[in-house]
């Protein structure tokens, strides 16, 4: 199956910017995600791309993808103490099964 | 509006018992799905329902699992007979694209 990697922890300080890394295996792929998950809760959708985009900006998130590499890096700017989350890269071929990395545990500080 | 819905939030059983999850999907989403999660394994799907008909169900881990959708806001995922290794976070997503899946907040499941 795809295997879909991320690094495991990741801390920054407040109003810096935060890039959390993903990398696949799967050229294929169609569609490739991030979400969020705070503490007890679900995954929320943060945003998505489609592979035949480099780029996807949305607010405070930007989503990079080198398709070339397989990598997909989410950029959040202007990072607050509400973003501290694990964050999930998830990657289809399929149109609906999702491969999910283990997800990348941000902690932001004052 | 109101997301997915599931029950129970936390579920302890004891090893040879029945557990039942359920799910209410958003409403007017036409896909439901079923993910585990696990320390080891992380996230995986387990069954993927379109239009309440069992699509892929190929991440289902034994028989000893089975998932039923008898309407379209309904889904339930039973174990029989529960093991200690089940014990993980059960997830329900719902989609009406199939391309951005909308997850419930899940159901914490301990096997003793």
């Known amino acids: 199956g795809e295997d879909v990697e991320q690094s495991l922890f990741l801390s920054v300080r407040e109003g810096d910017s935060s890039v959390i890394n993903c990398t696949y295996t799967d050229s294929s792929s169609t569609y490739l995600y991030w979400y969020k998950q705070e503490p007890g809760a679900g995954l929320q959708l943060l945003t998505y791309i489609f592979s035949n985009m480099d780029m996807k900006q949305d607010q405070r998130l930007t989503v990079l993808l080198n398709k070339k590499d397989k990598h997909l890096s989410l950029r959040i700017a202007d990072t607050q103490t509400g973003d501290s989350a694990i964050y999930f890269c998830?990657?289809?071929?399929?149109?609906?099964?999702?491969?999910f990395g283990k997800g990348t545990s941000l902690l932001v500080t004052p | 509006d109101a997301g997915v819905i599931q029950s129970p939030r936390h579920e302890v059983t004891e090893m040879g018992q029945e557990v039942t999850l359920r799910c209410k999907p958003i409403s007017g989403h036409n896909s439901l799905f079923w993910y585990r999660q696990t320390m080891m394994r992380g996230l995986e799907l387990l069954i993927y329902f379109n239009n309440n008909v069992p699509i892929d169900d190929s991440g289902m881990p034994e028989d000893r699992f089975s998932a039923k959708m008898p309407n379209a806001s309904f889904s339930t995922l039973k174990i029989q007979p529960s093991e200690p290794r089940d014990s993980a976070v059960y997830f329900c997503?719902?989609?009406?694209?199939?391309?951005?899946?909308?997850f419930g907040p899940g159901t914490r499941l301990t096997v003793t």
């Open positions: 997503a719902s989609s009406d694209t199939g391309r951005e899946q909308y």
């Open positions: 998830a990657v289809t071929n399929s149109g609906y099964a999702l491969n």
